[in-house]
């Protein structure tokens, strides 16, 4: 096509990206429903950011038109690509880097003792494209001997199938490699395939991914020794992130752990967790029979 029919329609698009209130609602109600996102008035810009390409991904002239057709056709496939869309999908490789120390120097001693002649099992929820699970195989293979010979299990879960395919193929750009992963474990661990780095498939062996919803009420993927649920509670009103904990909670082992983003806390929507002395982020199950105590003192 021409340029400036190209430019025409670019301005096309651009002049209307915008979204009238009431669109505004019937997305935010539909976030909140299909995935516990509770979206603020002050996030239209970004209700239109992510929706516009994907108007035009459908071949459909304006966001308003897009979000028409999801109100007209209920079509699940689309309804599905809008919630993917407006998730946030932000991580990489030893995020925070403090949780990973964590791991290291607090919770792997105690569970290699607990767990002996068992397994530890790793749930890392909302894991995006997986930087957070290959972050723990990889220091897990770098230092066997943090378990004390007992096999772990690492089980990554997301809502987006987008995410969940990427991380998968253990494919990552050149930017992704470069934020947080260390030079000799790039080298170790990936081969480069022309401007992306592929992950080796023995680490890709070591994490199961599964889709998942964290507000669905049953999630049947068994019983955990840690939850990784890092920056995903401040994204859930108070109802949601209490029915979200209560949940995690009955898939924790006795003994288990939680880890939080550090804005995160269970204080306030679930007495399930107790925080971890000089631990930032780091949550301990309560043990039934102190719970019990407690609240027969109160």
């Not at 699970?133 to 987006?160: C, F, H, K, R, W």
């Not at 474990?185 to 070591?206: A, V």
């Not at 889709?211 to 920056?231: S, T, Y």
């Amino acid at each position: 096509a021409p340029q400036g029919t190209e430019s025409a329609r670019a301005a096309h698009y651009e002049w209307r990206s915008c979204v009238n209130s009431q669109d505004f609602e019937f997305v935010s109600q539909l976030l909140r429903k299909r995935a516990g996102i509770v979206l603020a008035g002050d996030k239209m810009y970004l209700l239109e950011s992510r929706l516009a390409p994907l108007a035009r991904k459908e071949g459909l002239p304006s966001i308003d038109d897009l979000i028409h057709v999801v109100r007209a056709r209920r079509d699940e496939r689309l309804i599905g690509q809008l919630v993917d869309v407006m998730t946030t999908n932000e991580t990489f490789f030893f995020r925070d880097k403090t949780p990973f120390d964590h791991l290291k120097d607090a919770i792997f001693p105690v569970l290699a003792q607990a767990r002996k002649g068992s397994r530890i099992r790793i749930w890392c929820a909302a894991c995006s494209t997986g930087q957070e699970p290959y972050s723990i195989a990889m220091m897990l293979d770098q230092n066997p001997s943090l378990t004390g010979g007992v096999p772990v299990e690492i089980v990554a879960t997301d809502i987006s199938d987008r995410c969940l395919e990427r991380a998968r193929q253990g494919l990552f750009t050149q930017f992704e490699v470069q934020r947080g992963l260390p030079i000799q474990m790039l080298m170790h661990y990936f081969t480069q395939q022309d401007d992306h780095w592929r992950i080796s498939e023995r680490m890709r062996q070591m994490v199961t991914f599964k889709k998942l919803n964290l507000i669905d009420p049953n999630l049947n993927l068994g019983k955990f020794d840690v939850v990784f649920c890092r920056n995903v509670l401040i994204y859930f009103d108070g109802p949601t992130k209490a029915g979200v904990l209560d949940r995690v909670a009955s898939s924790v082992n006795p003994g288990g752990f939680l880890m939080l983003g550090a804005a995160e806390s269970p204080v306030g929507a679930s007495q399930a967790f107790e925080p971890t002395q000089d631990r930032r982020g780091l949550y301990k199950l309560v043990n039934p029979a102190n719970a019990a105590t407690a609240a027969s003192a109160a």
